[in-house]
């Protein structure tokens, strides 16, 4: 285990020096506005995928797309905050 160890950190150490969710916020600021409503309401509301669809009025595997490509855009985002 020792030769795969890495010395920069894990991603939480190197994260929370910068401020973990003063990170996050700003991410999620740059997610369009249908990504930003299925996280708000799958991790805030916790709302399901076709309990979300209801409400956007689409399928539910759309909102599995959105979901995917927020998530997607969220982790690109906060990588490009972190290396600031």
């Known amino acids: 285990a020792v030769w795969f160890g890495s010395s920069e950190g894990s991603p939480d150490e190197l994260l929370s020096g910068k401020g973990l969710?003063?990170?996050?916020?700003?991410?999620?600021?740059?997610?369009?506005?249908?990504?930003?409503?299925?996280?708000?309401?799958?991790y805030?509301?916790?709302?399901?995928v076709m309990e979300i669809a209801e409400v956007l009025d689409v399928s539910s595997g759309r909102v599995s797309q959105i979901k995917k490509s927020a998530i997607a855009n969220l982790r690109d985002e906060m990588k490009n905050l972190q290396a600031i």
């Open 21 to 42: 969710k003063e990170i996050l916020r700003q991410a999620l600021q740059q997610l369009s506005g249908n990504e930003a409503m299925v996280i708000q309401l799958y």
């Open 44 to 48: 805030v509301e916790e709302l399901n």
